[in-house]
């Protein structure tokens, strides 16, 4: 009778055993594969990312919105030339080179106007090449495996309970890291509907660029775009810092620090990465 109920419960804690392993194999391939997947997305211009989709948002901004954006500088420069008329005592004071002034300035503004895509593509052409330049650096190192030393042997020496304890551990640990995947998937994602948003409007605010009193909308929306293409760069740094953590713990001879460690880190790294973007609009002042 004891010889089944110790053959049960060997059962029992092979399965246990089978599972834990189960669990964590692979586990950190998955990571570093997750991690190639975001320096493949941060890294992608918005005309590279989903062309279709970029396509769309460049067809409503020239034929809807550029329209208005028109207006708005129409309405500026007419601004601009009664306050630089009115600026020299009532053209008491007139000079010729303030017309030669107002067509150079009228020139920049429509300059700028009509070459709004081009001049937002550069931006991301810049973030791109830096995200990129750093995912060759950082790619090199990112190698986080699971190497506790005897895991098994670990394992054979603990008590059922324990066993049983330690399998809820390595779910959690599991449950984690799907988190931490859904958490990149939004925010990857978020921040390329952001930026397909934010450039569908790219001629209204880029009108106001060339006048000293509604400039600072121009310069507004410019940092902006900064921040929002140099995000993806902060995103890169963060998981790479992440990556780093975990080397100190994965290789522990204790296995219960190396999973709650692991499962602090994960929650941490899914904190930052929400706060990456604001991080960016405060480093550029946006």
């Known amino acids: 009778m004891f010889g089944l109920f110790d053959a049960i419960a060997d059962w029992f804690r092979g399965l246990l055993i089978d599972g834990i392993i189960s669990n964590f194999t692979g586990m950190f391939n998955e990571l570093n594969t997750r991690v190639g997947d975001i320096a493949g997305q941060v890294g992608q211009t918005p005309q590279a990312w989903h062309p279709a989709v970029f396509n769309m948002i460049r067809t409503l901004s020239e034929t809807v919105v ?29 000079e010729t080179f303030i017309i030669f002034k107002w067509i150079f300035k009228t020139f920049v503004a429509v300059f700028i106007l009509t070459h709004t895509f081009d001049i937002v593509m550069f931006v991301f052409g810049v973030a791109q090449n830096v995200v990129n330049g750093s995912a060759d650096i950082i790619g090199s190192s990112l190698d986080v495996n699971l190497a506790i030393a005897d895991l098994e042997a670990q394992l054979d020496a603990m008590s059922t309970g324990a066993l049983i304890g330690f399998y809820l551990q390595s779910m959690i ?13 939004l925010i990857i994602y978020g921040r390329m509907i952001e930026i397909y948003l934010t450039i569908s409007v790219a001629p209204i605010p880029m009108s106001t660029m060339v006048n000293r009193e509604w400039g600072n909308i121009g310069n507004s929306y410019l940092k902006g775009l900064f921040a929002l293409a140099f995000q993806g760069f902060l995103i890169m740094v963060c998981v790479a810092i992440y990556a780093a953590l975990l080397g100190s713990i994965v290789t522990s001879p204790n296995i219960h620090t190396a999973v709650w460690g692991t499962i602090g880190y994960t929650v941490l790294l899914a904190m930052i990465l929400f706060k990456s973007g604001s991080m960016a609009r405060s480093l550029f002042s946006a």
Request: proline letters at 2%; hydrophobic letters at 60%.
């Open 66 to 94: 550029l329209p208005v954006a028109g207006i708005i500088l129409t309405f500026i420069l007419t601004y601009e030339l009664i306050t630089m008329v009115i600026e020299k005592n009532n053209m008491n004071d007139f």
């Open 173 to 185: 640990l599991s449950l984690a890291m799907d988190v931490i995947s859904l958490c990149v998937f």
